[in-house]
């Protein structure tokens, strides 16, 4: 069993909370502009802030794949709004 022991984790897990920040921070003009400035934004970054720090703290591969699995509804709500909003085909000019 790996121990996460020492000042890297907490390092690690700061940045992370840091990266974080700025990315709420520098996104909210974009957001709001596109209409997704709401309270769903907010809970899956937070989820996936979770995620990261449970990955970074993880001493077992069990640890480490609750922490993958706690970042995944991201992935999923990411994919979903990519599908379901096709961008109209090119008009073909000839």
């Given at each position: 069993m790996v121990v996460a022991d020492g000042c890297w984790p907490t390092t690690l897990k700061f940045m992370s909370c840091v990266a974080v920040s700025l990315m709420l921070f520098?996104?909210?003009?974009y957001s709001?502009?596109?209409g997704l400035f709401r309270g769903e934004t907010f809970v899956l970054t937070l989820f996936a802030l979770l995620g990261m720090m449970v990955?970074?703290?993880?001493?077992?591969?069990?640890t480490l794949y609750l922490g993958?699995?706690?970042?995944?509804?991201?992935?999923?709500r990411?994919?979903?709004?990519c599908t379901?909003?096709?961008t109209p085909p090119r008009s073909r000019r000839r």
């Open positions: 520098y996104s909210r003009g709001a502009a596109r990955m970074i703290a993880a001493g077992s591969f069990v993958l699995e706690l970042m995944s509804p991201v992935a999923v990411a994919w979903s709004r379901a909003s096709p």
